[in-house]
T-cell receptor, first 116, second 110 residues
Framework: GAGVSQSPSNKVTEKGKDVELRCDPI?????LYWYRQSLGQGLEFLIY????????KSGLPSDRFSAERTGGSVSTLTIQRTQQEDSAVYLC??????????????FGQGTRLTVV | DAKTTQPTSMDCAEGRAANLPCNHS???????VYWYRQIHSQGPQYIIH???NNETNEMASLIITEDRKSSTLILPHATLRDTAVYYC???????????FGAGTTVTVRA
């Protein structure tokens, strides 16, 4: 089947505007992650969803960032009042998971966000 | 605190085996070793993982020392398309977070 799909692939927005980034995980995968990668930097964990459990939001950098996952499938990452430091590649990943194990994560191609 | 240590960069000749080392001297008994790679402008790609036995798949082999304090990822016949940043990660099997360090930038040269 298809891999993790993210849209848009590129997004340019003006400072202060809100943006929504979408992730379609691999069908059947119960876990979904968001990471971001600033230019030349490593991956930074943002948020994790697993089934019906409360998401782990510990990596969200500020309250301008939020994410939801509807119906246990598609996820949307929203950034309000974007700032230039929000410019980065936002990566989504999914995996099969249970309470006792978590398989390897498969990543999408990312959304490159540029705030001007 | 970094759980793994990898060389910053390495070069490899096309067609030769690439051996990528990783030190994880503080690894716990229930932590697995995972390898991912990230080709320029793409999302990370899973390569292989193991606990204590050596593992092989269609992409690579993973050799883990008996004391589990280090491991080596082997790309048996490197191609130019293997040029990427390679990340060695240790994590407990039911832990969801992947902590990516700086990785090793591997450049395969013709």
């Amino acid at each position: 089947g298809a891999g993790v799909s993210q849209s848009p692939s590129n997004k340019v927005t003006e400072k202060g505007k809100d943006v929504e980034l979408r992730c379609d995980p691999i069908s059947g995968h119960t876990a979904l992650y968001w990471y971001r990668q600033s230019l030349g930097q490593g991956l930074e964990f943002l948020i994790y969803f697993q089934g019906n459990s409360a998401p782990d939001k510990s990596g969200l950098p500020s309250d301008r960032f939020s994410a939801e996952r509807t119906g246990g499938s598609v996820s949307t990452l929203t950034i309000q009042r974007t700032q230039q430091e929000d410019s980065a590649v936002y990566l989504c990943a999914s995996s099969l998971a249970s309470r006792t194990m978590n398989t390897e994560a498969f990543f999408g191609q990312g959304t490159r966000l540029t705030v001007v | 605190d970094a759980k793994t240590t990898q060389p910053t960069s390495m070069d490899c000749a096309e067609g030769r085996a690439a051996n990528l080392p990783c030190n994880h001297s503080t690894i716990s008994g229930n932590e697995y070793v995972y390898w991912y790679r990230q080709i320029h402008s793409q999302g990370p790609q899973y390569i292989i993982h193991g606990l204590k036995n050596n593992e092989t798949n269609e992409m690579a082999s993973l050799i883990i020392t008996e004391d589990r304090k280090s491991s080596t990822l082997i790309l048996p016949h490197a191609t130019l398309r293997d040029t990427a940043v390679y990340y060695c990660i240790v994590r407990v099997v039911n832990d969801y977070k992947l902590s990516f360090g700086a990785g090793t930038t591997v450049t395969v040269r013709a």
